[in-house]
Structures are given as structure tokens and as C-alpha cells.
């Protein structure tokens, strides 16, 4: 065999051996991201029940969670189905689902002085509901999770709210609420 016969027949061997580390450490890198992945997500639902529950421990922030009235004799239905009570301040419920990157509404629209309650479930991923002009913060849930946030809507003007989760405002996650 002379020294041409040799390089071929390595030069086809070694393409091989390198095509096939190749393959082996690709995939190793990419089942190492996924489990990178879900260790991240498992962080932030364990980080966000762990910052729950100091919230919940904290006697400041206690002062200032309001409550829902449940059951008083002034109350009646709307005919949209949220409730409103005899008076000022109605009490306006807002069922509202999130998933990947948007909202089940692009607008809600509330009276001046309305006492408004967002209830917001996750319908797919990690997500909550924030609008800044009036402090209202639903804490972060996951898929099939729900929570509720309740404000006074004390000042007229269109106001956005979004999902504060990463870059899903960012990536069209938002809405308008309107106060007139």
C-alpha cells in the first residue's frame, strides 16, 4: 500500500470520528439546556411561592392588602356578571386568562371610583397581571393556577397592564385597561 491508499482511506475514517463527536456532543449540550431549563422554571415557581410567603409573613404589607366583602345585603349582578353594590364604588370582577404571550382580553373598561377585581389564571406558562398607575400586581402563576388582585380605579385615562414574566410584555403580553 503506498502512502496516497493510506491517506484516503484515513482521511474518509477520520471524517467519520469527527462527524460522529460531533453528534455525540451536540447532543449532550442539548439535553444539558433542557434540564437547564426546567431547573429555571422550577426555580421561579419556587422562587415566587418562597417571596409569596414572606409577603404573606409581613406585617407592613398586610396593612395595606385589601380585602374582598363577601356576602353583604347591598349587593346585586350586573348584567355583564360582575358584581356591583348600591352606592359609589361598584365592584367590578374581571375574569381574565393569560398564556404564552397574550391575554383573553385586549381592553377592560371600569367607571372612575370603580372598586376593581382582576381574577387571572395561567392557561399555559408562568405568568401574572400588572398595571403600575394603580399598584395592582397579581403574584406569578403557573399553568392552571389562578390568583386575584383588587384596586380602586381612582384615576380617569387609558392605563396598560401586562405580564411582568421576562420579556412577555415586551413580546406583545399587554392590554389596556380603561377608567372613564
Known amino acids: 500500500m503506498n502512502n496516497l491508499e493510506m491517506s484516503k482511506g484515513f482521511g474518509a475514517a477520520g471524517i467519520l470520528v469527527i462527524v460522529g463527536i460531533i453528534i455525540i456532543v451536540g447532543g449532550l449540550l442539548?439535553?444539558?439546556?433542557?434540564?437547564?431549563?426546567a431547573d429555571l422554571r422550577e426555580d421561579d415557581t419556587s422562587l415566587?411561592?418562597?417571596s409569596e410567603n414572606e409577603s404573606m409573613m409581613n406585617d407592613e404589607n398586610n396593612e395595606n392588602m385589601v380585602m374582598p366583602e363577601i356576602g353583604t345585603e347591598d349587593e346585586m349582578m350586573s348584567d355583564?356578571?360582575?358584581?356591583?353594590?348600591?352606592?359609589?364604588?361598584?365592584?367590578?370582577?374581571?375574569?381574565?386568562?393569560?398564556k404564552n404571550f397574550e391575554f383573553?382580553?385586549?381592553?377592560?373598561?371600569?367607571?372612575?371610583?370603580?372598586?376593581?377585581?382582576?381574577?387571572?389564571?395561567?392557561?399555559d406558562g408562568f405568568h401574572d397581571w400588572v398595571v403600575d398607575e394603580f399598584n395592582a400586581v397579581t403574584t406569578r402563576v403557573s399553568?392552571?393556577?389562578?390568583?386575584?388582585?383588587?384596586?380602586?380605579?381612582?384615576?380617569?385615562?387609558?392605563?396598560?397592564?401586562?405580564?411582568?414574566?421576562?420579556?412577555?410584555?415586551?413580546?406583545?403580553?399587554?392590554?389596556?385597561?380603561?377608567?372613564?
Open 30 to 37: 442539548y439535553s444539558g439546556a433542557l434540564r437547564q431549563e
Open 48 to 50: 415566587s411561592s418562597e
Open 143 to 180: 399553568t392552571g393556577d389562578s390568583t386575584f388582585v383588587e384596586f380602586v380605579a381612582d384615576t380617569a385615562g387609558t392605563f396598560e397592564y401586562y405580564c411582568s414574566v421576562g420579556n412577555h410584555r415586551s413580546l406583545g403580553m399587554k392590554g389596556s385597561l380603561i377608567v372613564e
Open 104 to 123: 383573553s382580553q385586549k381592553e377592560i373598561r371600569v367607571k372612575k371610583g370603580d372598586r376593581v377585581r382582576i381574577n387571572f389564571t395561567s392557561t
Open 80 to 98: 355583564e356578571g360582575s358584581m356591583m353594590e348600591e352606592g359609589d364604588n361598584a365592584l367590578v370582577t374581571v375574569d381574565i386568562t393569560g
